[in-house]
């Protein structure tokens, strides 16, 4: 048995006045995802526990069997593994964006432009990254370059008291609201505050806003943790398991569930991302002996926080025919029987551009299986009418692998 998850990233939606009061996947034209609801069975997943921040983070945790309640000490734990960086028991990590704020002279009066900097190129976030290493680092604390605008910082020795603001919750806010609070909040916003006056000058900014490009004109730290614990995949579900992602923090979690991460060229968790390299991968992954693999679609969540709704739209159609059509069309083609997930890990509603915690459509499709309910859709309404409800999300991959 082949065990595929396809996973679309903040898909996800609440009714929104450009889609006639639709959600997106209601609005969307997805016969693929609609034909795995048909076939298969149908229903809602709670992938936030109560407590906990709505994010890629728990929500990936709860849909890969990881509770995020016993598991969850924060995202950039995972992105750190991604990285090759080993923490240590005294280290807090935090992802570090490069972010585009607008040009007041007070930090505190700026507002978030643009939380990824245009999508700034990860060759100009090293040469940034780097100048803010040399300037802005020490014994204590330490920058890497990550992918685009996802970066990470280390500090050694640092509190655990810290409220930090994702930056893709306040776009086209003010900052002041947001700024780090915690028992050593004033060295977090030092940092930040001298980062803008140190990238403002950087010769990448420069060529950045001839080209009419957002400059990466700020750090913006957050999503603080320390290193996590996770049982391996194979110890719990006994499967040979690969993840397939465009960002760090999904290979991270996968590299603490012994998962291995598999690299595509021209993967970039946008909706200009390599889908063909990735359908690719996850064929020739399972040719290679892989019993399972987890493969992540970032774009429509980018998306959402761009409030871009037709790029939204464009996205989930694009997953729907040249990722899950076409693996669905591959996998039938073997000799393996074979199973998929089709999930979302939470909403990222269009109307708000951030995420949310209500339960999100599921469908499970088993080659082994004849199943028919005629009329479904993958959508939140139709999975919800199904009255099949994961509570717990975490229990959702026990379901799909055992049945039980």
């Not at 432009?113 to 190129?121: F, L, R, W």
């Not at 987890?294 to 997953?319: G, Q, T, V, W």
């Not at 393996?336 to 509603?349: E, G, M």
Request: net charge negative.
């Amino acid at each position: 048995m082949k065990y595929l998850v396809i996973l679309g990233d903040g898909m996800a939606d609440y009714p929104f006045e450009q889609f006639n009061q639709q959600t997106a996947l209601q609005y969307a034209r997805t016969p693929n995802f609609d034909s795995l609801a048909v076939e298969g069975e149908l229903g809602l997943a709670g992938t936030v526990p109560d407590g906990l921040p709505p994010g890629s983070d728990t929500a990936n945790l709860s849909i890969l069997g990881y509770d995020p309640l016993k598991y969850y000490t924060g995202r950039s734990p995972f992105e750190a593994a991604s990285m090759g960086i080993e923490l240590r028991p005294e280290d807090v990590s935090f992802r570090c964006n490069l972010v585009t704020l607008s040009d007041e002279t007070k930090y505190a009066d700026k507002t978030m432009v643009d939380y990824c900097a245009g999508e700034i190129s990860t060759v100009e976030a090293e040469e940034l990254i780097a100048a803010i290493s040399r300037e802005l680092g020490s014994a204590e604390i330490s920058f890497h370059t990550g992918f685009q605008f996802r970066n990470l910082m280390v500090w050694q020795g640092a509190p655990d008291n810290w409220q930090l603001t994702p930056p893709h919750d306040i776009s086209g806010q003010k900052i002041v609201s947001h700024l780090p609070a915690g028992s050593e909040s004033s060295k977090i916003l030092e940092l930040m505050e001298r980062s803008s006056q140190l990238l403002s000058e950087h010769p990448v900014n420069k060529k950045r806003l001839e080209k009419g490009l957002h400059p990466a004109n700020s750090i913006w730290i957050w999503g603080n943790g320390r290193k996590p614990q996770l049982p391996l995949f194979h110890d719990k579900y006994g499967l040979n398991g690969a993840v397939i992602s465009a960002v760090d923090l999904i290979k991270g979690i996968g590299l603490f569930a012994g998962m291995e991460p598999i690299l595509v060229e021209g993967a970039t968790g946008y909706i200009d991302t390599n889908l063909t390299g990735k359908v690719n991968a996850v064929l020739k992954a399972f040719r290679n002996g892989k019993d399972f693999v987890y493969l992540h679609i970032e774009a429509p969540d980018e998306c959402s926080h761009r409030f871009e709704a037709e790029n939204k739209i464009k996205a989930i159609e694009m997953i729907d025919k040249q990722v899950a059509g076409f693996l669905r069309q591959e996998l039938a083609k073997s000799d393996w029987d074979f199973s998929i997930l089709l999930a979302t890990d939470h909403a990222t509603p269009l109307s708000l551009g951030t995420h949310t915690r209500e339960p999100v459509p599921f469908a499970i499709f088993r080659s082994s299986e004849s199943r028919r309910s005629p009329g479904r859709k993958f959508d939140e309404k139709s999975a919800a009418e199904t009255g099949l409800l994961f509570a717990e999300g975490w229990r959702i991959m026990d379901y799909f692998i055992t049945g039980k």
